[in-house]
């Protein structure tokens, strides 16, 4: 039996950043993301793949940017997530976590 998952929200990014395209400047983009984690007190946890405090980004992105290709969003605070946009709305499929300044997972 599979359970799914329940999550809840945990940070918001509104903003505008810098989107890139590996080291070329594409845009500057509007961005909308927040942060979900695992909602622990909602469900039991069964199978080796559960993971304590999963995490996930939803969100959009808009500018004019290029659909389905990895894409890099740097925000004014230094923020920094890998991307790509699954569809001309700007919906994001996030490539691996949010990162600070320093390179370290934004909790």
Do not use: C
Not at 60 to 84: A, C, H, M, Q, W
């Amino acid at each position: 039996m599979i359970l799914s998952m329940s999550w809840q929200p945990v940070r918001k990014f509104v903003g505008i950043a810098n989107v890139f395209l590996g080291a070329e400047l594409v845009d500057i983009a509007e961005y909308d993301l927040e942060v979900f984690e695992e909602n622990l007190e909602d469900h039991e946890h069964h199978g080796s793949n559960w993971v304590l405090g999963a995490r996930k980004i939803e969100g959009t992105v808009v500018g004019e940017l290029p659909i389905r290709k990895d894409l890099n969003l740097v925000t004014e605070e230094g923020y920094s997530l890998k991307f790509y946009l699954r569809d001309s709305f700007g919906s994001v499929v996030i490539l691996g976590p949010m990162l600070d300044n320093a390179g370290r997972p934004v909790r």
